[in-house]
């Protein structure tokens, strides 16, 4: 069975620019959930997705949102990119309210 | 807001030997769990060990157990017999188990686990 998958593996942008980035749950589940890993600050909470709608939102500017689609993989949007948003993204995946998540290898998003 | 505290940056221990990793947690809320997850240099988090808060009995899992103190919002995960393997960032975290607090996982800021042969 395949777990979390996420894309790309690495993604350079300039300043201002946007990104986009990508998850596939695993086969069966529902909830989606987005943290970033920045250097020396654990994993902040983004947004969580379940059936379609975002549930929770953590403590992030309106310029990251995102959305899942009827499949229930998901993707995460970053504009009007800043330096300090050069992190790890995480992506993770839940049956529904599960709680056993299981989390994808991330996204290293790079932004100059 | 619930905050997770891990006040260990890094730790170190012998293959063989047994090392205990601190966290401390802040909330108002009477349900919830918590949970120690691994990340090696893969950065892929796994799942070491679940508590739940109403079970007065620590969990266990295989070489890793805990030490789970409600009153004190103490949360310590104890690793017997360190094996090489072990090497990785552990996080603490923590979950409501209440809607309205939302589902997402609260983590500590990750302790760096150094084993030596």
């Known amino acids: 069975e395949a777990g979390v998958t996420q894309s790309p593996t690495h993604l350079i942008k300039t300043r201002g620019q946007q990104a986009t980035l990508r998850c596939s749950p695993i086969?069966?589940?529902?909830?989606v959930y987005w943290y970033q890993q920045a250097l020396g600050l654990g994993l902040q909470f983004l947004l969580w997705?379940?059936?379609?709608?975002?549930?929770n939102r953590g403590n992030f500017p309106p310029r990251f949102s995102g959305r899942q689609f009827p499949n229930y993989s998901s993707e995460l949007n970053v504009n009007a990119l800043e330096l300090e948003d050069s992190a790890l993204y995480l992506c993770a995946s839940s049956f529904g309210t599960g709680l056993t998540i299981y989390f994808g290898e991330g996204s290293w998003l790079t932004v100059v | 807001a619930q905050t997770v505290t891990q006040s260990q940056p890094e730790m170190s221990v012998q293959e063989a030997e047994t090392v205990t990793l601190s966290c401390t947690y802040d909330t108002s809320e009477s349900d919830y769990y918590l949970f120690w997850y691994k990340q090696p240099p893969s950065r892929q988090m796994i799942l070491v060990i679940r508590?739940?808060?109403?079970?007065?009995q620590n969990a266990t899992e295989n070489r890793f157990s805990v030490n789970f103190q409600k009153a004190a919002k103490s949360f310590s995960l104890k690793i017997s017999d360190s094996q090489l393997g072990d090497a990785a960032m552990y996080f603490c975290a923590y979950r409501s188990a209440h809607s309205n607090s939302g589902y997402a996982l609260n983590f500590g800021k990750g302790t760096s686990l150094l084993v030596t042969p």
């Open positions: 997705y379940d059936e379609g709608e975002e549930r």
């Open positions: 086969s069966g589940h529902t909830s």
């Open positions: 508590q739940e808060a109403y079970k007065q």
